[in-house]
């Protein structure tokens, strides 16, 4: 298959001291949506931000393993170089420029692309978000989280990227707002044939759009396979969709269980 | 009154230099964080340099303004690829500590080429007064006052609508999401440290051409504080105002300390007597940013 995004054993060390990617592998099928889910401190962001170049910022080294896009090596470069080749990733928390308005946020989603485009993908953007063109104007700090997140995936929009990172879109948002943004991504996809790996806790939002999906645990993939598969898998989804197997509440046996079977997958 | 009308339009032109001063604080200060202690240094740089080549090189003043600002810009690079870039993601006040001390350095420079003796620049503008409302102005108060507006909306322009303008405030407001979008943050900061430059520069080149210079017009660094404190640290039209309101306020004060009390001097602390009270009032300045919070 066609792989635009593959990572290799990456390992990845926070302040030179805590190892937090043990040797994490995966592949972003072109074209497609791969979701990465995971629990809280699994991993997840900090796999996405090795991938685009701003675990520098933090602190953070790549101390193994490859990330290969299009079959060549991307780690190691500065997050503008990783922009300007097509990668572009929507962080965590949203991350809006509170005291620019709408519009200039949407025009920073455009910084690394020609000026002639700019007009017509601020078209598409309002194409997909409506709200945001009646709020163009408006400092983007006074939005709702909702419309915030519609700013942030605007951004992702306006730069066009061919391998798209997105950060728990879900996160905090209503449930209703959560299925419209969902399909506004699966959209986005199917129009642009933009890849896109997917983080996030919702794993029934995410398994719902995405066709592949892995899951990780403590800095290494347990367990992928397609979202149909691991959708009718009995350990996701009791621990990843809440469906107890019984109907009973999970009890530590089921854990422990859970554990072992954990440890035999990995 | 007359007397009063005289001090407040001399504190404006005095005011508009302290705005552009400001102004190159307060960019600096939004994109970098940087707190810079030599911005009045900048100022003292740019007023010299212009005064060589006008008088020790003979070059036509408008050349002489222009190449100024031209050296301007590399002294905004030389200063963030030397100084401050060995410094990013290091403790704030160690970076503060550091302007500290460039403000002595260049402040050493400039009294090793030139003196510390005053140096008068050559007359550009006429001397003949212009009478504006009946009140006798210099014209080079009249070109200060222009230019200073003039800088004022070009900047304005840049930071509203220009595709770099934009993503330095993107930058100062958030780094990594602006780094994010791919925006090249550290060719930001020496955006930031050319604009403090060049606009420090041209407040020395007219501060030259009114009153002449001296190794000691590096203290305008420290009216500058009263001015951006009252405007907001990081807010340009504050520092536009805090600058104009700080000048007039100054002139005025010391013009009336001078009438009542017969006491001369007061200017140079009237601006931080001002400070304190204002502060008092309005802690986060007249237009200080108070994080934005949704309800
Ligand atoms: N800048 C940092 N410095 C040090 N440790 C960090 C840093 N960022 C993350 N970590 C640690 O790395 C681990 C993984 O964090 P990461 O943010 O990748 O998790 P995540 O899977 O995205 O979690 P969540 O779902 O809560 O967002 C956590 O234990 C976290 O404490
Ligand atoms: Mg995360």
Redesign the pocket.
């Known amino acids: 298959m066609d792989d635009i995004l593959k990572v290799e054993n990456l390992e990845v060390v926070?302040?030179d001291v805590?190892l937090?990617l043990k040797g994490l592998s995966l592949a972003c099928p072109r074209g497609r949506i791969t979701a990465l889910l995971?629990a809280?401190?699994?991993?997840?962001?900090?796999?996405l931000k090795a991938i685009s170049g701003l675990l520098e910022t933090?602190?953070?080294e790549v101390t193994d393993g490859v990330v290969l896009y299009n079959d060549e090596p991307i780690q190691g470069l500065i997050p503008e170089r990783i922009v300007k080749r097509g990668i572009f990733q929507v962080m965590?928390g949203r991350r809006i420029f509170e005291d620019l308005t709408v519009e200039e946020n949407l025009r920073c989603g455009a910084f690394t692309r020609p000026r002639s485009e700019i007009a017509e993908s601020m078209e598409r953007v309002y194409a997909y978000f409506p709200r945001l063109k009646e709020r163009s104007r408006q400092l983007a700090g006074y939005m709702s989280g909702g419309e915030q997140q519609m700013c942030a995936i605007g951004r992702a929009i306006m730069a066009r990227p061919e391998l798209l990172l997105l950060d728990?879109p879900s996160l905090g948002l209503a449930p209703l707002l959560v299925e419209e943004i969902f399909e506004i991504i699966k959209r986005f996809n199917q129009d642009e044939g933009v890849t896109i790996l997917l983080?996030e806790?919702n794993a029934r939002a995410a398994l719902s759009v995405a066709e592949r999906a892995y899951i990780m645990e403590n800095g290494r993939v347990v367990m992928d396979g397609t979202a149909d598969d691991l959708l009718h898998n009995p350990d996701v989804q009791e621990f990843y969709l809440g469906m107890g197997r019984t109907g009973d509440k999970k009890s530590y046996r089921d854990v422990k269980h859970y554990r072992r079977r954990k440890r035999w997958l990995g | 009154m007359e007397y009063y009308l005289q001090l407040i339009v001399n504190g404006l032109v005095v005011g508009s230099i302290y705005s552009l001063v400001a102004l190159g604080f307060v960019i600096i200060y939004k994109a970098t964080k940087v707190v810079n202690f030599a911005q009045g240094e900048m100022v003292m740089v740019g007023a010299y340099i212009c005064f060589a080549l006008t008088v020790q090189f003979n070059i036509p003043f408008i050349w002489a303004f222009l190449i100024t600002l031209g050296f301007s810009v590399l002294l905004g690079l030389a200063i963030e690829r030397m100084v401050l870039r060995p410094l990013i993601g290091e403790e704030h006040i160690s970076v503060i500590m550091v302007t500290v001390g460039m403000s002595s350095v260049l402040k050493s420079l400039v009294q090793l080429c030139w003196g510390t003796q005053i140096k008068v620049y050559p007359q550009v503008l006429p001397t003949e007064p212009v009478m504006i409302a009946g009140l006798p102005v210099a014209p080079v108060y009249i070109a200060a006052f222009i230019l200073s507006v003039i800088l004022f909306a070009v900047f304005s322009v840049f930071f509203k609508y220009s595709r770099t303008g934009v993503a330095m405030r993107a930058t100062a407001f958030d780094q990594q999401a602006a780094q994010s979008m791919g925006i090249g943050i550290k060719n930001i900061f020496a955006m930031s440290w050319c604009i403090a430059c060049i606009v420090s520069a041209v407040g020395g080149v007219i501060l030259g051409n009114i009153n002449g210079i001296n190794s000691h017009i590096g203290h305008l660094g420290l009216k500058v504080f009263p001015a951006v404190i009252l405007g907001g640290l990081d807010s340009l039209l504050g520092a536009a105002l805090g600058g104009l309101i700080i000048g007039v306020l100054e002139n005025v004060c010391d013009g009336a300390a001078r009438q009542f009390f017969n006491l001369g001097g007061f200017r140079e602390v009237a601006a931080f007597i001002i400070l304190v009270v204002i502060l008092m009032i309005k802690p986060y300045g007249l237009f200080g940013t108070k994080e934005i919070e949704r309800v």
């Open positions: 926070y302040n805590v937090v995971g809280n401190g699994a991993g997840k962001s900090t796999t933090e602190d953070g965590e728990e983080v806790q």
